[in-house]
């Protein structure tokens, strides 16, 4: 009887104080997702670059924009942000980092930046364009959290080879096998299509297109974040500025999802893989001929349409863990030899008339002499993102394809994938076996760095998703 009237005194008190008996369930926990697009399309007269000679924008044919995506798992929270550019420095993401670390609560180390590769985008650290670029990806990130709803999140992929070829060939005419240095090289980029020159390809492709889905608790589409090897696709009138098949993909992809048209937005986005010798080029077969912006848009098109196939076969989750790991490496910089240097001298003496051993080589002098005057060694931003079974990874090269098969086959996670040219901008990075064939890409001045940078910084982030996967799980 005594333990009777003791219960009942116990309920009435914790009536009367108000408290819910229920309290002390613990809560459910709730996934949440935001997401939103900023332009960032920059003021006419800015230089197209993404070639040996810029030129001056003169018209925009459809608008730049920074993609964001928010997850609020309850415990953590991270973000991507895809930005319409050819490359952007490290110096330009973290002037907006900082304004988003004073307008928001995200944590700024846990959000992935990163450029798409378009080629008919201009400078991002322009004295003009850098303040506005800055203020569209804060802008994205603000929304993007001020957007943030209850949510479910799955994940997949699927192959599409026909869109993705190696630019790297091996070629029987040397001609096409000088480089600028006075040298012949094994393999050429980019060879004559439909060639009788042509042997085989010097490396694989990655054809799978990796996403992931968010979807609002009630199930309608909220945002999707594509991954896709294929550096670029082009075929953009000159001084036109466009997003390339970039922009494409995430306009098209909302309609297949059948996302509706309410406010927030859904919001579409593709971040460029690990397509350092890899492009939209058939060289095998030659390329058939399309109008201006036409290829660009059947590419988008069927990219877009093999993952909406792919994407209504995934399993969502109403929660998952997620994590973000940041970390640096410090990567020696090329220098050139005494060789390098005089061969360049005598090139350089010759009246500019004369005959080019290679019509870039006044080109790499100059790169050359940079990296000559220029400081010995630089320190480069590495990052690893969970999200459940799926691992992102970061690297702020143009890289090679090789790496991100790696990548993902030594993961330990079920799923993983590459962003590249992410937080930071450093040219190529080829693996230590390419760069004993030579090609545009390994040429010093394209390539800066050490030449088994590629190596190291494989290594340091399959120890950095190992430390993501064991500190997540617990």
């Given at each position: 009887m005594k333990y009777v009237q003791f219960g009942l005194v116990v309920l009435w008190a914790l009536a009367f104080s108000g408290r819910d008996v229920r309290a002390a369930e613990p809560a459910a926990r709730v996934f949440r997702a935001g997401a939103a697009a900023a332009d960032i399309t920059p003021p006419l007269g800015e230089a197209v670059v993404g070639g040996f000679a810029p030129f001056p924008s003169v018209e925009v044919h459809d608008p730049l924009h920074a993609r964001c995506l928010v997850l609020d798992n309850g415990e953590t929270k991270i973000a991507w942000v895809i930005c319409d550019n050819l490359g952007i420095i490290a110096e330009v993401f973290d002037d907006a980092r900082q304004l988003i670390a004073k307008e928001t609560d995200l944590p700024p180390e846990n959000i992935l930046m990163a450029a798409t590769h378009?080629?008919?985008g201009t400078r991002a650290q322009s004295a003009k364009y850098r303040p506005l670029l800055v203020r569209g990806i804060a802008d994205a990130v603000r929304q993007a959290t001020e957007n943030l709803a209850p949510a479910k999140i799955g994940w997949g992929g699927i192959d599409e080879p026909s869109e993705v070829h190696n630019r790297r060939w091996f070629v029987s005419d040397p001609e096409l096998r000088r480089n600028p240095f006075g040298g012949i090289d094994q393999v050429r980029m980019n060879p004559p299509l439909?060639?009788?020159?042509?042997?085989?390809?010097?490396g694989p492709i990655d054809p799978e297109i990796s996403f992931l889905s968010v979807r609002t608790a009630d199930g309608k589409p909220l945002a999707l974040l594509a991954n896709y090897s294929l550096h670029y696709v082009g075929g953009v009138e000159k001084g036109e500025i466009s997003a390339d098949y970039f922009g494409v993909f995430s306009e098209k992809i909302g309609?297949?999802?059948h996302a509706e048209a309410t406010k927030p937005a859904f919001v579409g986005m593709i971040s460029n893989g690990t397509s350092g010798d890899i492009n939209n080029n058939n060289f095998r077969q030659g390329n058939k001929r399309h109008g201006r912006y036409e290829k660009m848009a059947l590419v988008a098109d069927l990219v877009a349409r093999r993952v909406a196939e792919a994407e209504a076969k995934i399993d969502y989750h109403d929660w998952v863990p997620l994590g973000s790991i940041r970390q640096e490496i410090t990567l020696a910089r090329r220098k050139p030899d005494q060789a390098m240097q005089d061969y360049f001298a005598r090139r350089l003496?010759?009246?500019?008339?004369?005959?080019?051993?290679?019509?870039?080589?006044?080109?790499?002098?100059a790169r050359v002499q940079q990296l000559l005057e220029g400081p010995d060694s630089v320190t480069v931003p590495l990052q690893a993102v969970r999200v459940g079974d799926l691992a992102i990874t970061a690297i702020p090269f143009e890289v090679f394809v090789e790496i991100g098969l790696e990548l993902k086959k030594?993961?330990?996670?079920g799923d993983?994938?590459?962003?590249?040219?992410?937080?930071?901008?450093h040219g190529y990075l080829?693996?230590?076996?390419?760069?004993?064939?030579g090609g545009y890409e390994t040429w010093m001045g394209t390539n800066r760095v050490q030449l088994d940078a590629a190596e190291r910084i494989t290594a340091q982030l399959l120890e950095m998703l190992a430390e993501l996967k064991a500190t997540s799980d617990k």
């Open positions: 378009t080629h008919s439909a060639s009788d020159v042509l042997i085989k390809p010097a309609g297949l999802l003496a010759l009246p500019a008339d004369a005959e080019p051993f290679h019509r870039y080589e006044r080109n790499y002098a030594k993961s330990p996670f993983n994938f590459t962003i590249e040219l992410a937080n930071d901008y080829p693996t230590s076996a390419q760069h004993k064939l």
